[in-house]
């Protein structure tokens, strides 16, 4: 693992160009993959309530130490989310771009990263037929809040660039049994 985080922090900045990124986006949609009641969620899209909307934005920055490796930092704020409680995310990570795996278009480019996420919300045990899973978050002591911490989080990142330097950009995040949600907006390199 230490020549791991040496490589990574000592000899990949050299290697290649470097650049910052910056984005903003806006969503959301969001899929609930367990069965949910649909009472739960006020801007439900469909009759089971396995696909709802929310009100998110989410700021981006990423460094890039060359065509294939990266760190990102996210942070989404949530002033609705899907049960329409203010929520937040954020998400440090290593990103990993598509060159790694040989894929090399200038117009359309994927990223993935890796890393931990602390996600936190405003309580969602005032939601009239909320079914409380205990296993999943855990409430604060004031009981306000609920939150959950995940050493193994990510998101995947579709890049399309319209120009050298600015993309459309859509994020994945795969809340791996709970939710998976996307957001889109755009993305500005910056050297």
Known sequence: ??????????????????????????GGLA???QEVNPNYYSWSIDKK????????????AGYQFNRYLGVKVIQTIMPYDCAGKFAGITHLGIDLHDRIV?????????????GPMFYYRKNWNEVPTYYIDEGFMKTAKNKAWERKFIWYGGQIQYDYYYNEKQAVSTNFLPGFPYIYTFMTGVQTEVE
């Open 1 to 26: 693992m230490r020549k791991i985080c040496f490589i990574l922090f000592f000899i990949a900045p050299f290697v290649g160009r470097t650049q910052f990124t910056v984005g903003i986006k806006i």
């Open 102 to 114: 040989g894929f090399k278009n200038e117009k359309h480019r994927f990223s993935a990263t890796f």
């Open 49 to 60: 309530g396995r696909w709802v909307g929310y009100l998110g934005v989410s700021l981006t």
């Open 31 to 33: 899929f609930h993959q």
